[in-house]
T-cell receptor, first 113, second 114 residues
Framework: GESVGLHLPTLSVQEGDNSIINCAYS??????FIWYKQESGKGPQFIID?????DKRQGQRVTVLLNKTVKHLSLQIAATQPGDSAVYFC????????????FGRGTSLIVHP | DAGITQSPRHKVTETGTPVTLRCHQT?????MYWYRQDPGHGLRLIHY???????DKGEVSDGYSVSRSKTEDFLLTLESATSSQTSVYFC?????????????FGSGTQLSVL
């Protein structure tokens, strides 16, 4: 199975390219989604979020796309930089005020200078 | 790290000894969480708290207990540490109920049980 570290799905890109990281979520009722970035030796950091009543949201150099029909979430990073190298996690939260997100296994992004 | 401090940052202990990890927040957030992160399993929820003295189990709670006597502190205790509890432990907070539901994570505690 996928893992943090060596056994994670890995995306390798060149500096300046655009990156797309994908995530399949499991609960069709989930109504809130977040992308996190985790650099080596650090805790996950919030990047961007989206609610289920939207299909696209843009931040600074990042865009999240939500396709509820196929339960798919993607994170697009424009003009990828070496500092973007990290593990990226998606998380889904079901409705009903549980506030307990479920995290995906993560994707390792490697940016080559 | 959004006003979250975990202590200690690193801990080496022996099998059978008790261990307590501390999470301290300065954000006055209602929800606090303890996760462990291991290769092959990603982030797994151990316990969480939704208020002072209000806690509940996550998916991997066996062998762990928690306490929250104050809003700002959430303690994770391994009553008798085992080698399977060697992991990186993350605390997180959430301002749930305010319309903002994102989690903010601490820097982690690397625990090694020998």
């Amino acid at each position: 199975g996928e893992s943090v570290g060596l056994h994670l799905p890995t995306l390798s890109v060149q500096e300046g390219d655009n990156s797309i990281i994908n995530c399949a979520y499991s609960n069709s009722a989930s109504d809130y989604f977040i992308w996190y970035k985790q650099e080596s030796g650090k805790g996950p950091q919030f990047i961007i979020d989206i609610r289920s009543n939207m299909d696209k949201r843009q931040g600074q150099r990042v865009t999240v796309l939500l396709n509820k029909t196929v339960k798919h979430l993607s994170l697009q990073i424009a003009a990828t930089q070496p500092g973007d190298s990290a593990v990226y996690f998606c998380a889904e939260t079901p409705p009903g005020g549980s506030y307990i997100p479920t995290f995906g296994r993560g994707t390792s992004l490697i940016v080559h200078p | 790290d959004a006003g979250i401090t975990q202590s200690p940052r690193h801990k080496v202990t022996e099998t059978g000894t008790p261990v307590t990890l501390r999470c301290h927040q300065t954000e006055n957030h209602r929800y606090m969480y303890w996760y462990r992160q291991d290769p092959g399993h990603g982030l797994r929820l151990i316990h969480y708290s939704y208020g002072v003295k209000d806690t509940d189990k996550g998916e991997v709670s066996d062998g762990y207990s928690v306490s929250r006597s104050k809003t700002e502190d959430f303690l994770l205790t391994l009553e008798s540490a085992t080698s399977s509890q060697t992991s990186v432990y993350f605390c997180a907070i959430n301002s749930a109920g305010t319309g903002d539901e994102k989690l903010f994570f601490g820097s982690g505690t690397q625990l090694s049980v020998l």
